[in-house]
């Protein structure tokens, strides 16, 4: 069992509906945790990081850890076809970050 | 500001050749780090620097070695080039609240 899954995708949904993107985790030492958004054949990028739980807030962007369950979730409200993307979550411990496979998104105009 | 910087973009090499990827950053960052990307596996770590002078191996360092020239840059080297590691190589380097920032990736085929 990888120690972050998260569901490859497709996930196709139209211009400015609710995105939901979630990733589960199996290491309780996990010290805070990120999401990166990675456009086609370009590095990844930090969208939001956040050390507890409960909810994080930026514009139309909201990440959501629960660690009674393990699980992370960002939401993308109002979306936009520049959201297409691949959405990868991580979680750090110690000195590294472990990655999930990421998502990709696609958000048809 | 350029960031994270990598050479060469794209690659193409024979079984059993050698190359070196170049990386340098210019935020005066400590750590810096190698990844690579597959399909369907994520990011996966292959060597990391957690400051100039130092190099610890990552989940995948085998058939790869490397070396921290410098606080700017951290080059990763493949001795002996298998098709296995046909992939898209990660830099990345990462400031003090261990933020990572990403170059834009050596797209490797080995033939």
């Known amino acids: 069992q990888k120690e972050v899954e998260q569901d490859p995708g497709p996930l196709s949904v139209p211009e400015g509906a609710i995105v939901s993107l979630n990733c589960t985790y199996s290491?309780?030492?996990?010290?805070?945790f990120m999401w990166y958004r990675q456009y086609s054949r370009k590095g990844p990028e930090l969208l939001m990081y956040t050390y507890s739980s409960g909810n994080k807030e930026d514009g139309r962007f909201t990440a959501q850890v629960d660690k009674s369950s393990k699980y992370i979730s960002l939401f993308i409200r109002d979306s936009q076809p520049s959201d297409s993307a691949t959405y990868l979550c991580?979680?750090?411990?110690?000195?590294?970050?472990?990655w999930g496979a990421g998502t990709k998104l696609i958000i048809k105009p | 500001n350029a960031g994270v910087t990598q050479t060469p973009k794209f690659q193409v090499l024979k079984t059993g050749q050698s190359m070196t990827l170049q990386c340098a950053q210019d935020m005066n960052h400590n750590s810096m780090y190698w990844y690579r990307q597959d399909p369907g596996m994520g990011l996966r770590l292959i060597y990391y620097s957690a400051s100039e002078g130092t190099t610890d191996k990552g989940e995948v360092p085998n058939g790869y070695n490397v070396s921290r020239l410098n606080k700017r840059e951290f080059s990763l080297r493949l001795e002996s080039a298998a098709p296995s590691q046909t992939s898209v190589y990660f830099c990345?380097?990462?400031?003090?609240?261990?933020?990572?920032?990403f170059g834009p990736g050596t797209r490797l085929l080995v033939l």
């Open positions: 990345a380097s990462s400031d003090p609240q261990e933020t990572q920032y």
């Open positions: 290491n309780s030492a996990f010290q805070y």
């Open positions: 991580a979680g750090r411990s110690n000195y590294q970050l472990i």
